[in-house]
Nanobody, 114 residues
Framework: QVQLAESGGGLVQPGGSLRLSCVVS????????MGWYRQAPGKQRELVAF???????NYADSVKGRFTISRDNAKNTVYLQMNNLKPEDTAVYYC????????WGQGTQVTVSS
């Protein structure tokens, strides 16, 4: 069964940056489209960015120009560089395949507040 381990979250002021990492325990990682999802309190989980196996990327309008998704297939890791963070980016962030597996990691909390 695949395991996902997110890290890198924290408390940051508006305008700040964070880099999230997610290690995926799968032998077929390089072939998957991988995504970063987030869930804010009282809201549904949403896909904010995904990256194809070949490296093409796509972003939700709310994060376009501020977030960058990348991957290192040698390390089975997907990253999310988040710049110019806003209070509305506050959420628990998860990585998963797109479309998702049934399994989720514990997520990493991102809080943007002054």
């Amino acid at each position: 069964q695949v395991q996902l381990a997110e890290s890198g979250g924290g408390l940051v002021q508006p305008g700040g940056s964070l880099r999230l990492s997610c290690v995926v325990s799968s032998s077929f990682f390089s072939g998957y489209t991988m995504g970063w999802y987030r869930q804010a309190p009282g809201k549904q989980r949403e896909l904010v960015a995904f990256i194809l196996s070949g490296g093409n990327t796509n972003y939700a309008d709310s994060v376009k120009g501020r977030f960058t998704i990348s991957r290192d297939n040698a390390k089975n890791t997907v990253y999310l560089q988040m710049n110019n963070l806003k209070p509305e980016d506050t959420a628990v962030y998860y990585c998963n395949r797109a479309p998702t597996w049934n399994t989720w990691g514990q997520g990493t909390q991102v809080t943007v507040s002054s």
